[in-house]
């Protein structure tokens, strides 16, 4: 199977910090991680849930300091993901999780930035970025976090909400999604991957959310399912994640066909690919084979990414005749 045209919607950058980069930047910023080396790091991913994963997912973020590092991070990801088949990437970041260590909003976003303005040239890939809160931080910390970003609002297209879902709802979150849409930008959030229905039901009528990242645990609400079907909302779904943090068993479990059975605009995605095992054409290849998907299936995949993505209606046609071509 040939890596598809796709559009990525649903990546953490800080989920593409591999091993042997956090070793150089390590290096380079003089920090020791608690690791002899990376096949020891790398026998630390082995997570039982989305906790255990996101303990590790923020400690090995401390060799994350200067607007180089943010860059060669950003840099990595793009020439990995074009080898992948990624044709357009709308990339989430944490700025709480760098803000709190003590490094400025500012230096995250222009060092990203460096990367994402070269990308066109150097990779073939088009992005956007998307600011994450942390919702297990407080709604006050959110609002404080989108208030330093304004001077950068020129950078970024949208806002997201990640971390620890269970008992942090999204309808906590309401004021800074209204200053963000205000503010024109796009809106996401992290909702029914651990946490349940209900927190879908708030993303999309307290947030007002155009798309819904995971939403797995909607299946279980019917009501749910049919709302999301008659507004078309996407849903970024993330099928290796999945099953290395145990949302889901076994990859022959998912979901996703049933999903894309019920008329649900799923698209396939790769969350935190250094640590969940592969990148995008992974995930794609992988629920192939699990699910027995048809070529037309791994098509609608692949338009789906991009009828959900931020960008124009020429520039999603445009992409839609790639894959058409492919
Ligand atoms: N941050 C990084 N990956 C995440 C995920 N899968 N869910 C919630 N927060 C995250
Ligand atoms: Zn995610």
Redesign the pocket.
Known sequence: MRPIPTAELHL?IE?TLEPELAFALAERNGIRLPYADQDELRAAYSFSD?QSF?DL?YALMAVLRTEDDFADLADAYLARAREQGVRHAEIFFDPQAHTSRGVPIGTVINGLARALDAAPEKHGITTRLIMCFLRDESPESAVATFESARPHLDRITAVGL??A?VGNPPSAFREVYALAREAGLKCVA?AG?EGPPSYVWEALDVLGVDRVDHGVRSLEDAALVARLVADQVPLTV?PL?NVR?RVIDRLEDHPLRLMLDAGLLVTVNS??PAYFGGYLHDNMVAVTDALGLDEETVRTLARNSFRASFLDEPAKAAYLREIDAH
């Open positions: 953490h989920g989305l996101l997912y990640d971390s879902e992290h991957e993330c994640s943090l969350d935190d």
